[in-house]
């Protein structure tokens, strides 16, 4: 988390700095801060969002054609001023942005203090640049030789950019494990967590690897060194992402503008992957491991959030469609367990950023036992993509709201072609089967285009219920992972406390808390263990909850029972969890709204989580 944006060139940098910073505001926003280098390095920093810093430098000239900037998720000290991004080191002379976490921060610092170093915020991120100053000046070398002697003693994750008084002319940026990007101008040079502040100005980029230290110079010479002194030639690459896909486009929130893309998002999912009328499934990027899928003794899912309940989903694909037996795994837990992985085993490593902490940690776990290591990633190059063996996008394209949306029906549609093709080429599902969910998933574009004209029933529905307390979520079999990312979604951005069950599972806890105050939102399509929700939607009613079912277009046996009823176009139940995320979507984006939380940057979370 956090973001880290740096400038060097013939512009004026904080107007390139902070409009960096909004990009980059889904990372973390708890404090802002920047450096500008005009002479001096001067530094302006506050607690709060890039607004508030945008509010408290008003006035001031802010000249310079050099500098940093960041945007912080708080780890390690509480989020006011002090604790901002940049920091200066002892002399003033240098001052440095982070994203990561130091491990080895306390040791470090304890003999920084016991050699004179103040420290003025309670960060990891201090140390480095102290020790830093300290080994320039103590060993007498230079300033990129100080950085490369530092990240050799520390452990732990970082994306740095130092910017130093004394070489205005000069940035240098590190990385292991946070993500950098480095885009290429004319003598000029955008550094940043992601391509998002980069792609206006340049298409041509250069992901940085791990341990490795980059010097750009404003004669446009970028040069590239491991932490070990190794020289590297930079790989240019040249950047897909279009400005537009960045922007909120008309719509008041970049989530609501994710929700409203889904049918685009999904097609794009299935785009050059599925002929129905041919019978064809193909995914480019794991052909070469279908035979490994195939022969898999089982597959273990390991993701985070939202990821995880479309890995939950998953479970029940792989295991009806292509009988491989699948368990789901949160990231954080699998990583420490010492968990039991066979070399022929598939591990499915799903994450929209590709930047996860725990998951990228459980993939490299698995990845060291010879496991066969598949990634499903949204952000193309990101760190699980490369880490993996091979994988395949969801080219949802880039998500900006904190609240998975469009992101998580990909994942679904992903992964349901990845179970469908494993399923026929290894003969467990029948032809007659196969066609048919073929078909069916090329249909699902329109029906979720469809569901989206409920938006104003939604409203209205949300005007009755903004002000619950909260919220239960319950569904069976495919709709049950469901239940748990309706309730997340409401709960990340409303901050109505909710939670998801699996409808049978109910009577065991959960149905203490019913009476008439308690909204019971049932995904209760036809397809699928229709029967049972029904008992399970009676039991609620005996207890005089309030049912909001989500129901198959025209069903009339839950209309009876259901105090509110939400429509969806019919489609196979292992379908359902696309179709009807567009109505749990919708409904937590408007009590949000309603209730005046601030959707897209819901308070204490940030969306790539790249510490554990
Ligand atoms: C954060 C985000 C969630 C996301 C989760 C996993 O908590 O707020 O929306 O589902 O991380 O992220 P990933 O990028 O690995 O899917």
Same mark, same amino acid.
């Given at each position: 988390?956090?973001?880290?944006v740096?400038y060097?060139?013939?512009?004026?940098?904080?107007p390139?700095?902070?409009?960096?910073?909004h990009?980059?505001?889904?990372?973390?926003?708890?404090?802002?801060?920047m450096?500008?280098?005009?002479?001096?390095?001067?530094?302006?920093?506050?607690?709060?969002?890039?607004?508030?810093?945008?509010?408290?430098?008003?006035?001031?000239?802010?000249?310079?054609?050099?500098?940093?900037?960041?945007?912080?998720?708080?780890?390690?000290?509480?989020?006011?001023?002090?604790?901002?991004?940049?920091?200066?080191s002892?002399?003033?002379?240098?001052?440095?942005?982070?994203?990561?976490?130091?491990?080895?921060?306390?040791?470090?610092k304890?003999?920084?203090?016991?050699?004179?170093?103040?420290?003025?915020?309670d960060?990891?991120?201090?140390?480095?640049?102290?020790?830093?100053?300290?080994?320039?000046?103590?060993?007498?070398?230079?300033l990129?030789?100080?950085?490369r002697?530092?990240?050799?003693?520390?452990?732990?994750?970082?994306?740095?950019?130092?910017?130093?008084?004394?070489?205005p002319?000069?940035?240098?940026?590190?990385?292991?494990?946070?993500?950098?990007?480095?885009?290429?101008?004319?003598?000029?040079f955008?550094?940043?967590?992601?391509?998002?502040?980069?792609?206006?100005?340049?298409?041509?980029?250069?992901?940085?690897?791990?341990?490795e230290?980059?010097?750009?110079?404003?004669?446009g010479?970028?040069?590239?060194?491991?932490?070990?002194?190794q020289?590297?030639?930079?790989?240019?690459?040249?950047?897909?992402?279009?400005?537009?896909?960045?922007?909120?486009?008309?719509?008041?929130?970049?989530?609501?503008?994710?929700?409203?893309?889904?049918?685009r998002?999904? #097609?794009?999912?299935?785009?050059?992957?599925?002929n129905?009328s041919?019978?064809?499934?193909?995914?480019?990027?794991?052909?070469?491991?279908?035979?490994?899928?195939?022969?898999?003794?089982?597959?273990?899912?390991?993701?985070?959030?939202?990821?995880?309940?479309?890995?939950?989903?998953?479970?029940?694909?792989?295991? $009806?469609?292509?009988?491989?037996?699948?368990?789901? $795994?949160?990231?954080?837990?699998?990583?420490?367990?010492?968990?039991?992985i066979?070399?022929?085993?598939?591990?499915?490593?799903?994450?929209?950023?590709?930047e996860?902490?725990?998951?990228?940690?459980?993939?490299?776990l698995?990845?060291? #036992?010879?496991?066969?290591?598949?990634?499903?990633?949204?952000? *193309?190059?990101?760190?699980?993509?490369?880490?993996?063996?091979?994988?395949?996008?969801?080219?949802?394209?880039?998500?900006?709201?904190?609240?998975?949306?469009?992101?998580?029906?990909?994942?679904?549609?992903?992964l349901?072609?990845?179970?469908?093709?494993?399923a026929?080429k290894?003969?467990?599902?029948?032809?007659?089967?196969?066609?048919?969910?073929?078909?069916?998933m $090329?249909?699902?574009?329109?029906?979720?285009e469809?569901?989206?004209?409920?938006?104003?029933?939604?409203?209205?529905?949300s005007?009755?219920?903004?002000?619950?307390?909260?919220?239960?979520?319950?569904?069976?079999?495919?709709?049950?992972?469901?239940?748990l990312?309706?309730?997340?979604?409401?709960?990340?951005i409303?901050?109505?406390?909710?939670e998801?069950?699996?409808a049978?599972?109910? #009577?065991?806890?959960?149905?203490?808390?019913i009476?008439?105050?308690?909204? *019971?939102?049932?995904?209760?399509?036809?397809?699928?263990?229709?029967?049972?929700?029904?008992?399970?939607?009676?039991?609620? #009613?005996?207890?005089?909850?309030?049912?909001?079912?989500?129901?198959?277009?025209?069903?009339?046996?839950?209309?009876k029972l259901?105090?509110?009823v939400? $429509?969806?176009?019919?489609?196979?139940k292992i379908?359902?969890?696309?179709?009807?995320?567009?109505?749990?979507?919708?409904?937590?984006?408007?009590?949000?709204?309603?209730?005046?939380?601030n959707?897209?940057q819901?308070?204490?979370?940030?969306?790539?989580?790249?510490?554990e």
């Amino acid at each position: 988390m956090c973001g880290i944006v740096g400038y060097i060139g013939s512009r004026k940098a904080s107007p390139i700095l902070l409009k960096g910073l909004h990009r980059l505001e889904y990372r973390g926003y708890d404090s802002a801060g920047m450096c500008l280098l005009n002479g001096k390095i001067e530094m302006f920093k506050t607690h709060g969002k890039v607004s508030d810093l945008e509010n408290e430098i008003q006035g001031e000239s802010l000249e310079g054609t050099i500098g940093i900037a960041h945007t912080r998720w708080a780890t390690h000290g509480e989020p006011n001023d002090a604790n901002a991004h940049p920091h200066f080191s002892q002399t003033k002379k240098l001052a440095i942005i982070h994203n990561g976490i130091i491990e080895n921060y306390s040791t470090l610092k304890e003999e920084l203090q016991n050699r004179g170093y103040e420290f003025k915020s309670d960060t990891d991120t201090e140390v480095l640049i102290h020790l830093i100053e300290d080994i320039q000046i103590n060993e007498k070398v230079d300033l990129v030789e100080a950085i490369r002697i530092t990240l050799n003693q520390v452990f732990g994750a970082y994306a740095i950019v130092v910017l130093s008084e004394d070489h205005p002319d000069m940035l240098i940026a590190a990385k292991k494990g946070s993500p950098l990007v480095i885009g290429i101008g004319e003598n000029e040079f955008f550094i940043a967590s992601d391509a998002a502040p980069i792609v206006e100005y340049t298409k041509n980029v250069v992901y940085l690897n791990d341990e490795e230290v980059a010097t750009v110079n404003r004669k446009g010479n970028l040069r590239i060194k491991t932490i070990k002194n190794q020289e590297k030639t930079p790989y240019v690459q040249k950047l897909e992402l279009q400005l537009s896909a960045i922007e909120k486009g008309g719509y008041p929130h970049f989530m609501l503008k994710e929700i409203y893309e889904q049918p685009r998002s999904i #097609k794009d999912s299935m785009r050059g992957r599925l002929n129905s009328s041919k019978g064809i499934v193909s995914l480019g990027g794991i052909i070469e491991y279908e035979q490994k899928f195939i022969n898999a003794r089982r597959i273990i899912i390991v993701a985070c959030g939202t990821s995880w309940h479309a890995g939950l989903v998953a479970e029940y694909m792989f295991e $009806e469609l292509a009988r491989i037996p699948v368990e789901v $795994e949160y990231a954080s837990e699998f990583r420490y367990r010492d968990p039991v992985i066979y070399e022929d085993d598939i591990v499915i490593a799903i994450s929209q950023s590709g930047e996860t902490a725990d998951t990228l940690a459980a993939v490299e776990l698995a990845k060291s #036992k010879g496991a066969t290591i598949i990634g499903i990633c949204n952000v *193309v190059g990101s760190s699980i993509a490369r880490a993996t063996h091979a994988g395949s996008y969801t080219h949802a394209g880039p998500e900006i709201g904190v609240a998975s949306t469009k992101a998580f029906t990909a994942q679904v549609t992903l992964l349901a072609l990845m179970a469908l093709s494993i399923a026929d080429k290894k003969g467990a599902i029948s032809k007659s089967h196969f066609y048919q969910l073929l078909n069916e998933m $090329e249909s699902l574009p329109g029906k979720v285009e469809q569901t989206l004209n409920i938006n104003d029933s939604i409203i209205k529905l949300s005007k009755i219920f903004y002000q619950a307390k909260n919220f239960l979520y319950l569904g069976r079999g495919y709709n049950f992972p469901l239940a748990l990312e309706g309730a997340l979604k409401l709960k990340e951005i409303s901050y109505i406390h909710a939670e998801g069950y699996p409808a049978a599972e109910m #009577k065991h806890g959960p149905i203490a808390l019913i009476d008439k105050e308690m909204p *019971v939102v049932v995904i209760a399509t036809r397809k699928g263990s229709y029967d049972k929700v029904l008992s399970n939607i009676e039991e609620v #009613k005996a207890r005089k909850g309030i049912i909001i079912a989500v129901v198959s277009e025209g069903d009339q046996v839950v209309k009876k029972l259901a105090d509110y009823v939400i $429509e969806i176009p019919e489609t196979d139940k292992i379908f359902v969890p696309i179709v009807a995320s567009i109505p749990l979507q919708l409904l937590s984006y408007h009590i949000a709204v309603l209730r005046g939380c601030n959707v897209d940057q819901p308070r204490n979370l940030a969306k790539s989580v790249t510490v554990e």
